[in-house]
């Protein structure tokens, strides 16, 4: 029975997810550039992302010529 009425509740939980995800499938281009924007906008903030550079509307190129590439040890 609990599984009964918990399903619906998850289900509206998960709602505004799953309709952000479907939208995504339409667009993954757009998509991409939505959350490399919000990590460029976090990476701005910090002292590492101020030392390169960051400035938080950065595009795709900004971001590839600023942030060099490094490993994980590095």
Request: aromatic share 6%; proline share 7%; net charge positive.
């Amino acid at each position: 029975m609990r599984g009964a009425l918990a399903a619906p509740l998850v289900r509206a939980y998960c709602a505004p997810r799953a309709a952000r995800f479907a939208a995504a499938l339409d667009d993954p281009e757009g998509a991409q550039r939505a959350v490399l924007a919000r990590i460029v906008r976090a990476c701005a903030a910090t002292g590492y992302g101020r030392s390169l550079g960051l400035e938080p509307g950065d595009d795709l190129a900004a971001f590839r010529h600023k942030v060099p590439l490094a490993g994980y040890g590095e």
